[in-house]
């Protein structure tokens, strides 16, 4: 312990954890069940786990685990689990002379899991009765919540035709255009729509968008069927998401590359500390500038599956360019015809392996104008995969394709490795037993990045 203390990062560290200002990492949680007759206070939560995968998925998988006395279960939850609305808040332990009032409040759609949650017995009369029922133990409920702005998104089609348009200005105009055409009971469905600027931005002549194309997967469609956006992949994600200078909640509609950090977005600085040095962290995090400094400490290692991956899908590929078929990529000479290859081709290749097998294959298509799918494909190859637990998280303050930052100790010298997150999960957890819940919560989130080898330090030796 001595050691690390005296160490050259400890003077970071230090100061993330004896920093004067406070972001409530710790918190207490409640809910309220939304009714026609009102808002029903459940007895507590015990467990809520947000899972924001940036690379497969296009929303925050949310569950959340509490108890109810039993005559709200059968009266209010079981008899509407087809109509269910909730609202999460966190109310931050600060002092008592500040004003009491939650730092985060959230309403969604609550969806009822029927093979996780108790089948009640009896009569529909003796269901919807609560009396004496108070007194029976209360239940644990099991719901999935859903932003309440995705729930509309996910029933919203396009279609159409857009000539001269570049990618950055189709998503723009079909996606806005949209969103503005849906509101909530209390303000709009999407309060920005950021999009990261694409690699391929020519205009295309016509873009068609086929009828019945849902507005959620219109990115994918474009990337995978059109012209392609991105070199590193396509996401799309709709979160709310706490801005990093005003502390507002704000629900975006993100469009991005998940292998590539954006600029747009706060940097993610993450300080790996030595598994001594982890125990409980009240506080481990500070904000600077559009920056968050992070404590914590990187689980199992790098995982890399790129050298497998190189030997059976190969290094790149190789695709016929549809493109340049209509550019006369052939010239007339003495001595026949001749093609230009690097205008007939495209011939990508990610490395140069030592040992010569720098396999690339012929793609799926035998021509196609769109090389930025297969970009996408063989990114992967590129990096490795660490997991980093962050102690005393806020998850709130989590972004797709978020820059980070890892600082780890080697010897005493202290390596810098950039990366792109991928996941999130985070588990917040009741501190303490009983039914009256005083103490707080804890939030811990493991953070999946993806590392890329061009700025990894490994230290290898040459001979």
């Avoid at 400094?293 to 790129?306: M, N, Q, R, V």
Wanted: positive net charge; aromatic residues 10%.
């Amino acid at each position: 312990m001595p050691q690390f203390r005296n160490s050259v990062m400890w003077k970071d560290v230090d100061k993330i954890l004896n920093s004067k200002y406070t972001y409530y990492p710790l918190g207490k949680w409640s809910l309220k069940i939304n009714t026609k007759c009102g808002d029903i206070d459940v007895l507590k939560i015990t467990n809520i786990d947000v899972v924001k995968d940036f690379v497969n998925n296009m929303t925050d998988n949310i569950i959340v685990s509490f108890h109810v006395d039993r005559g709200t279960y059968l009266a209010y939850i079981y008899p509407h689990l087809d109509n269910l609305e909730v609202t999460l808040y966190r109310y931050p332990i600060q002092d008592s002379k500040v004003p009491f009032k939650p730092d985060f409040k959230q309403k969604y759609k609550a969806i009822f899991l029927p093979n996780y949650n108790e089948k009640p017995l009896g009569t529909k009369d003796e269901m919807t009765s609560t009396l004496g029922l108070e007194l029976m133990d209360p239940p644990l409920v099991h719901l999935q919540l859903m932003n309440l702005n995705v729930e509309p998104l996910r029933l919203k089609y396009v279609s159409g035709s857009l000539a001269g348009y570049t990618n950055e200005m189709a998503l723009n105009t079909v996606i806005k255009d949209e969103v503005s055409k849906v509101t909530l009971p209390k303000g709009k469905v999407i309060d920005k729509v950021d999009i990261d600027k694409p690699d391929n931005n020519k205009p295309v002549q016509n873009l068609v968008i086929p009828s019945g194309t849902n507005l959620l997967d219109l990115p994918a469609h474009i990337h995978n069927q059109g012209m392609g956006i991105y070199n590193s992949g396509i996401g799309t994600f709709v979160s709310n998401t706490k801005d990093i200078k005003t502390g507002k909640i704000e629900s975006h509609f993100y469009v991005y590359p998940p292998y590539k950090a954006s600029p747009k977005r706060p940097e993610l600085h993450l300080f790996a500390l030595p598994d001594f040095e982890m125990g409980y962290l009240t506080h481990s995090f500070i904000l600077k500038g559009n920056t968050i400094h992070a404590l914590g400490h990187i689980l199992d290692g790098y995982k890399s599956t790129e050298q497998a991956n190189e030997l059976s899908n190969g290094v790149g590929f190789r695709l016929a360019n549809a493109d340049s078929f209509m550019d006369k990529p052939v010239t007339m000479t003495k001595k026949g015809p001749k093609g230009a290859s690097q205008k007939l081709n495209f011939k990508v290749a990610t490395k140069s392996r030592p040992d010569g097998f720098n396999l690339a294959n012929r793609t799926d298509e035998i021509a196609s104008s769109n090389p930025y799918k297969y970009y996408s494909k063989f990114i992967k190859q590129t990096g490795s995969h660490v997991t980093f637990k962050w102690q005393q998280s806020d998850h709130t303050r989590i972004e797709p394709n978020m820059k980070v930052i890892l600082h780890r100790l080697v010897g005493n010298s202290i390596v810098k490795e950039e990366g792109v997150l991928l996941h999130a999960a985070t588990a917040i957890q009741m501190q303490g037993k009983g039914l009256l819940q005083q103490s707080g919560y804890t939030e811990n989130t493991l953070l999946t990045v993806f590392i890329t080898e061009l700025s990894k330090g490994n230290g290898a030796k040459t001979c």
